[in-house]
């Protein structure tokens, strides 16, 4: 694949509230990101993302089975649309939907996503939400944290980018632990975006290492 150029181009996929998205919008908004975003696609058309996406002036679209009832017509229609707007990194925020395999060709190494957990542990199918941080209070682990890593055709399962801890306390409920876990994402996913955009991080490098 070609080097990303900077500023990044940024498409996202998100299907719910995108502070995520935010985060990363903020993060361009304010100078520390050298990003553009260019499309946020939601298969949720009432996602707060969207809103969060027309708010910061950048195209959202709806994009599911309700508007392409085929799966290989979805997967075109993302990818065409991804392409149309001159994404050329996409993110998924908060996405829970698996990535069309057309787009994933498409988008070679250069689809990221964010996992709530220190992965490989904690993740897979069945892994989001509260459930992920149920399973670590369940397991008695000490500490927990989020993972930042490409995206293949297998749920949380790429080459991982970045990672940073967070302590489980005690008394701390799935609900506690999920709210401390995410202000962590909010400072990492911006962060590994810029190393990406700093050649930090290579992410062709990244995916031939694993
Ligand atoms: C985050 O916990 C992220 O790690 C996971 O989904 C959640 C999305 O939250 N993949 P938000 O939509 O960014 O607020």
Redesign the pocket.
Known sequence: MSALAVPLQLGFL?S??????QAILDAIATGTLAAQGRLVICNNSSAK?LERARAAGVPGLHLSSATHAEPDALDTAMLEALRGHGVELLVC??YMRRVGARVLVGYRNRVV????ALLPNFGGPGM??LRVHQAVLAAGERLTG?TVHLVDEHYDHGPILAQATVPVQPGDTPEALQAR??QT?HRLYPDTLRRIALGEIDLDAAAAHC
Request: glycine fraction near 20%; charge should be negative.
């Open positions: 998100a719910h509230g995108g502070s995520n998205l993302a925020a908060g996503n964010i996992h709530p989001y939400g989020v876990v995410l994402e």
